[in-house]
């Protein structure tokens, strides 16, 4: 349906559409940072999600992306970014860089996002969009995020502030936690091939103190700390 309308009342489609995902998906449930809302406001989503699937850009559910993988939920990209607690002077490492709409509203937020994502098709459609949108400081990477950013090439502090795994993990690979700094965050869903826990851990004096947020299901993150093929 969208396709064959003209720029304004596509335009105008979409912005009710993401009047209502803010109003009903994120401010009627929990999400009530307004760092996190603004930009949740200013991201199109339809520009992460194939031309298919455009018209359901704003709806609260996952969509396909290619791969077998998947868009997160809005609500879910939301309560991530708001239980990750960013500043602007964050250095943000994001496991599963997928269509880049996570991404990007982190990019919005942070000094500077470094993603891994395994597929290279999804990281050079996601890099393309935001260079389209005019986010610029995000670094992509094509491998195993279960290993962590390279050694070489971590940020001027050694460590990551924050560090976000937007696929299912076993466990928090400990590569991770190595690269996380003292005091820093990392939310991931933890658990089953299936279902997971969305967990906040916090690591104080190479220890991770857990919060369990809820239940999710996310697509499960392969990789040598992840789960196997
Ligand atoms: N947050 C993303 C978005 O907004 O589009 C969705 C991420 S999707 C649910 C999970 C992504 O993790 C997929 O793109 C998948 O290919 C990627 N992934 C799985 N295992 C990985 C690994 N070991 N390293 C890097 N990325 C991985």
Same mark, same amino acid.
């Given at each position: 349906m969208i396709e064959v309308m003209d720029g304004r009342q596509s335009k105008d489609k979409f912005s009710s559409a993401k009047e209502r995902m803010l109003r009903w998906d994120l401010k009627g449930r929990d999400i009530t940072d307004s760092r996190v809302l603004a930009v949740m406001a200013e991201v199109p989503r339809e520009e992460f999600v194939p031309q298919s699937h455009r018209s359901q850009a704003y709806s609260d559910g996952p969509l396909p992306i290619g791969m077998d993988q998947t868009i997160s939920q809005p609500y879910i990209v939301a309560l991530m970014t708001q239980e990750l607690r960013v500043d602007p002077e964050c250095d943000v490492l994001e496991i599963g860089t997928g269509s880049g709409y996570q991404t990007a509203v982190l990019g919005k937020l942070v000094k500077k996002v470094y993603t891994i994502e395994r597929f290279s098709e999804l990281a050079d459609s996601a890099?393309?969009? *935001? $260079?389209?949108?005019?986010?610029?400081?995000? &670094?992509? /990477?094509?491998?195993?995020?279960?290993?962590?950013? $390279?050694?070489?090439? *971590?940020?001027?502090?050694?460590?990551?502030?924050?560090?976000?795994?937007?696929?299912?993990? =076993?466990?928090? =690979? &400990?590569?991770?936690?190595?690269? *996380?700094?003292?005091?820093?965050?990392?939310?991931? =869903?933890?658990?089953?091939?299936?279902?997971?826990? *969305?967990?906040? /851990? &916090?690591?104080?004096?190479?220890?991770?103190?857990?919060?369990?947020?809820?239940?999710?299901?996310?697509?499960?993150?392969?990789?040598? /700390?992840?789960? &196997?093929?």
């Open positions: 890099k393309a969009v *935001l $260079s389209k949108l005019g986010i610029s400081n995000v &670094e992509f /990477y094509v491998g195993d995020g279960s290993s962590g950013w $390279s050694a070489s090439r *971590l940020p001027p502090a050694g460590c990551f502030d924050r560090i976000i795994i937007t696929a299912g993990v =076993p466990k928090i =690979p &400990e590569p991770l936690t190595e690269q *996380l700094a003292d005091g820093g965050l990392i939310v991931a =869903p933890v658990g089953g091939r299936s279902v997971q826990g *969305l967990v906040v /851990y &916090e690591k104080k004096a190479d220890e991770l103190i857990s919060r369990a947020i809820c239940d999710v299901r996310f697509v499960r993150l392969i990789g040598k /700390y992840g789960f &196997e093929q």
